[in-house]
C-alpha cells in the first residue's frame, strides 16, 4: 500500500517562501519509477496542478502561475519529494497535495494519478 505523507505547509506572509515536503512509502520500488506531481486546491475551487517531477527521465513541468517561483526536486535516498516555494503570493493559498503516478511520463491531469497524499494547508497573508 503506497502512503504519500505530507508536510511543511503553514502560514506566511506575501513573498515569503515555505517549502513542503512528501514521504513516500509502501513502494515496492523506489520513488525513481513513478512520477511525482504537486497539486493544490483553492477554497471553493478545483484541484489543479502544480508540478512534476520524473527521475528517471529527469524531466520537470510547471504550471504557469508558478514557474521560477516554485522549484520541484527530490531525495531518491529518503524516497521524499519536496515543492519549495519562493515568492509566495495570496493566491497560492490552497491545500497542496503530493501524487504519485506509475510511470516515467509527467502529466498534469489529476485522474493519472493513483496515489494521493491527505494534503497540507498553506496560506498565504498579503
Known amino acids: 500500500q503506497v502512503q504519500l505523507v505530507e508536510s511543511g505547509g503553514g502560514l506566511v506572509q506575501a513573498g515569503g517562501s515555505l517549502r513542503l515536503s512528501c514521504a513516500a512509502s509502501?513502494?515496492?520500488?523506489?520513488?525513481?519509477?513513478?512520477?511525482m506531481g504537486w497539486f493544490r486546491q483553492p477554497p471553493g475551487k478545483e484541484r489543479e496542478f502544480v508540478a512534476s517531477?520524473?527521475?528517471?527521465?529527469?524531466?520537470?513541468r510547471y504550471a504557469d502561475s508558478v514557474r521560477g517561483r516554485f522549484t520541484v526536486s527530490a531525495d531518491n535516498a529518503k524516497n521524499t519529494v519536496y515543492l519549495q516555494m519562493n515568492g509566495l503570493r495570496p493566491e497560492d493559498g490552497a491545500i497542496y497535495y503530493c501524487?504519485?503516478?506509475?510511470?516515467?511520463?509527467?502529466?498534469?491531469?489529476?485522474?493519472?494519478?493513483?496515489?494521493w497524499g491527505q494534503g497540507t494547508q498553506v496560506t498565504v497573508s498579503s
Open positions: 501524487a504519485a503516478r506509475r510511470s516515467t511520463y509527467t502529466s498534469t491531469t489529476a485522474d493519472d494519478y493513483a496515489y
Open positions: 509502501g513502494l515496492t520500488i523506489s520513488i525513481i519509477n513513478y512520477v
Open positions: 517531477l520524473s527521475l528517471i527521465a529527469d524531466t520537470t
